[in-house]
């Protein structure tokens, strides 16, 4: 009965977070199980998690790092270590998907900002608006899984995982992720004569110097794995410690973080936590519904009784995230659906890092996926894209992201090496 009132509220038009909250109104209410207080009561407990500070500083030191004018010289950077290649802008694209990995941690975001800042540049180059935007929407993947990813940081949460070990085992795929799209995109880019956004590579001055512009930036992320290889903070502290260090940055450094840049930056900020707030406390009470119901235990014993094979079960849970990942936006999904398929994985032996990291992608790659992909809508309204056209010209990343999904899956040791090296 949850699922389908889920499905029925979200096909009516209704917003997810309500959705998420009137599809449990039954479990409460009919079943007499439980009274209806304790739904109230989980939507505040579900508040009361100390790991889940993380969300509110890291979006706050993502807006103060934007407040600064970083991006543009992250663009500029990109633009030296890559414009010179086939491909040109789209290649810059990419990079800068992986750099700002560290600052946004929302492939949605990402996604956004580069739609309109790289968008129709890329148009005026020659690129189609459909293939423009599937650049743009496939690169974005990156930056959920760089930390500070905002998706594992939510799972961590949710699942119980721990954070610092997921935010290492997001690297080494998402650098991965960076080269192979590069490759295809560098292979499209000829077949279809693109040129290069630059006529001439960059002088190794010209390289210094724009690196030394972004260092700021690009040690984002290094801050972070030296503080938890060294237990210098947890992932809530960093996010407290990150805030400081954009503050210093925008004030100190660049000069840049004026009075209504930080008060714009709040703004935002408070606007971008209380969606994911929201979400949060409904996926709450709907979560503890769906224990009541025992969906869980029910949905591993249909499971098993399907295959025992553990690369069987795995490939379920993927066919499941990927549907999941076309309805639903990213944050929502990780608190819905991953609590359910998290014990049908653990069950058949996965380990809990490499399926979180595994599955933030699953999701992602949901959401440039047609009927109703949150991060596709995204790019293709900003560049006024039909859905159909967007499709088609996504095909190749498709057919190479598949391939680079299966490679993870099957070798976890991409994922575990640097959490099994440095914690």
Request: proline share 5%.
């Amino acid at each position: 009965m949850i699922a389908v009132l889920f499905v029925f509220f979200l096909v009516v038009g209704m917003p997810v977070a309500f959705a998420l909250a009137l599809a449990s109104i039954p479990v409460f209410i009919l079943t007499g199980t439980m009274p209806p207080t304790v739904a109230i009561q989980k939507m505040v407990t579900a508040t009361q998690s100390f790991p889940l500070l993380a969300v509110p500083f890291f979006i706050l030191a993502g807006n103060l790092m934007n407040a600064t004018g970083i991006t543009e010289k992250l663009v500029k950077f990109s633009r030296l270590l890559t414009g010179w290649l086939a491909g040109g802008l789209a290649q810059v694209s990419i990079v800068l998907s992986l750099m700002m990995g560290g600052i946004s941690g929302s492939a949605v975001a990402d996604a956004s900002m580069e739609a309109r800042l790289l968008g129709p540049s890329m148009i005026a180059q020659g690129y189609s608006k459909a293939s423009t935007a599937a650049i743009l929407a496939f690169g974005s993947i990156i930056t959920a899984t760089i930390p500070p990813s905002i998706g594992l940081i939510l799972f961590g949460f949710i699942n119980e995982v721990s954070i610092g070990r997921l935010f290492l085992g997001g690297i080494i795929p998402g650098v991965l992720l960076t080269l192979v799209l590069m490759a295809a995109t560098w292979v499209i880019a000829v077949r279809r004569g693109h040129e290069p956004d630059m006529q001439r590579m960059p002088t190794s001055s010209e390289l210094g110097a724009s690196f030394m512009e972004s260092i700021w930036a690009l040690a984002f992320p290094v801050i972070l794995i030296v503080g938890f290889r060294f237990g210098f903070f947890t992932a809530t502290e960093a996010g407290v410690f990150l805030v400081f260090y954009a503050l210093f940055i925008g004030v100190f450094i660049y000069g840049e973080l004026t009075v209504e840049k930080f008060y714009d930056a709040m703004k935002q900020s408070v606007s971008d936590l209380g969606i994911i707030m929201l979400l949060i406390m409904m996926a709450g009470v709907l979560g503890y519904a769906i224990t009541i119901e025992r969906a869980p235990q029910q949905i591993t014993e249909f499971v098993t009784t399907l295959s025992e094979q553990p690369s069987v079960i795995l490939l379920l849970v993927v066919m499941v995230l990927i549907v999941s990942g076309m309805f639903l936006e990213g944050a929502a999904n990780i608190l819905l659906v991953t609590p359910i398929v998290m014990p049908v994985l653990t069950a058949a032996g996965f380990d809990p890092v490499h399926m979180g990291v595994l599955m933030v992608f699953l999701i992602n790659i949901g959401g440039v996926t047609p009927p109703v992909g949150v991060i596709m809508f995204t790019v293709c309204g900003i560049l006024d894209c039909r859905t159909g056209a967007f499709a088609k010209a996504a095909l190749p990343y498709f057919v190479v992201m598949t391939g680079f999904l299966l490679v993870i899956a099957a070798l976890p040791a991409i994922t575990l090496f640097l959490p099994s090296t440095l914690m």
